[in-house]
């Protein structure tokens, strides 16, 4: 999936460009808040600042809003290499009932899937789309040999429960990975974070406004919002950018199954019996 101009972007820069507009937009309307202080009263003061606080509450919700989707994403993510994990460790033990050298090689190619999708190395780097294209097409050549492997045995009348959970497995693996593959390339809409970062400035050139209203810069709170606002975006918009950032995707349990394969593989090769406390 081709993406849009601003997810392209590093978090930071959208970070800084924001807090560079939103104190600039906080100057613009202390200035022109000044100018009107002398034809502005009490009253107009007072219907202000309720406006603004209704602005900066607005704010707020998007920032909400928008966070949640973000830590959504990030989760599913996050839960959908568990569930990938769960699956190939379950391949793994299924496959030690397949008679050599069908189970061998089943195990061979599993082990060779298992360690592109934990390749943490070349995740860390940020894949470009053609590198993440090649390794997806390099996955699916992987599993359809499984599945060549499994569909010939299975045609040859060795067909035993072990089997049959092997080929729901096979499935339940495609789905997952497309899962996956959906995931990692979901954002959150460009449409959101425009609004989000538009009711930043405006929020912020609100507190400009009513500080020249009262003849009071306040600098400080603008800059305590430009602080808070920016830091809330920038996480969100880490969350939403797994090629890249402060914030990744744990592989932890991915990276578990392709440690017991290679501890295993030897074992697995030579005897075909499941290994008490694997998994």
């Known amino acids: 999936m081709?993406?849009?101009?601003?997810?392209?972007?590093?978090?930071?820069?959208?970070?800084?460009?924001?807090?560079?507009?939103?104190?600039?937009?906080?100057?613009?309307?202390?200035?022109?808040?000044?100018?009107?202080?002398?034809?502005?009263?009490?009253?107009?003061?007072?219907?202000?600042?309720?406006?603004?606080?209704?602005?900066?509450?607005?704010?707020?919700?998007?920032?909400?809003?928008?966070?949640?989707m973000s830590n959504v994403r990030y989760e599913t993510r996050r839960q959908l290499v568990q569930?990938?994990?769960?699956?190939?460790?379950?391949?793994?033990?299924?496959?030690?009932?397949?008679?050599?050298?069908?189970?061998?090689?089943?195990?061979?190619?599993?082990?060779?899937?298992?360690?592109?999708?934990?390749?943490?190395?070349?995740?860390?780097?940020?894949?470009?789309?053609?590198?993440?294209?090649r390794r997806t097409a390099q996955g699916q050549v992987l599993h359809r040999g499984m599945c060549e492997l499994v569909r010939a045995e299975i045609q040859s009348g060795h067909v035993t429960k072990p089997l049959e959970d092997l080929v729901s497995l096979l499935s339940?693996?495609?789905?997952?990975?497309?899962?996956?593959?959906?995931?990692?390339?979901?954002?959150?809409?460009?449409?959101?974070?425009?609004?989000?970062?538009?009711?930043?400035?405006?929020?912020s050139a609100a507190v400009g406004y009513s500080g020249g209203l009262g003849k009071h810069r306040g600098v400080l709170a603008a800059a305590m919002l430009t602080l808070l606002v920016g830091g809330t975006v920038y996480t969100i918009l880490d969350l939403d950018q797994p090629r890249r950032g402060l914030i990744r995707i744990e592989q932890t349990p991915m990276l578990r199954v392709q440690q017991y394969l290679n501890q295993d593989m030897q074992t697995t090769d030579h005897d075909g019996g499941p290994r008490k406390g694997a998994f």
């Not at 993406?3 to 972007?9: A, G, I, R, V």
């Not at 600039?24 to 309307?29: D, I, L, N, P, T």
């Not at 997952?176 to 959906?182: F, Q, T, V």
């Open 2 to 68: 081709k993406l849009s101009w601003l997810h392209q972007q590093d978090s930071w820069v959208i970070t800084l460009a924001l807090m560079m507009a939103m104190l600039a937009f906080a100057e613009v309307g202390y200035r022109v808040g000044q100018r009107r202080h002398s034809r502005t009263g009490d009253t107009g003061r007072g219907h202000f600042n309720m406006v603004q606080a209704s602005m900066l509450g607005l704010l707020a919700l998007l920032l909400g809003f928008t966070f949640n």
């Open 172 to 203: 339940d693996a495609v789905t997952i990975h497309e899962k996956r593959i959906n995931a990692y390339e979901g954002r959150v809409p460009d449409i959101i974070l425009i609004l989000l970062f538009g009711a930043a400035a405006i929020a």
């Open 83 to 133: 569930e990938d994990a769960n699956v190939l460790a379950a391949m793994e033990l299924r496959s030690r009932f397949l008679p050599n050298p069908c189970g061998t090689q089943f195990r061979q190619l599993l082990r060779q899937y298992v360690a592109l999708l934990a390749d943490v190395a070349a995740l860390r780097l940020g894949p470009t789309d053609d590198e993440l294209a």
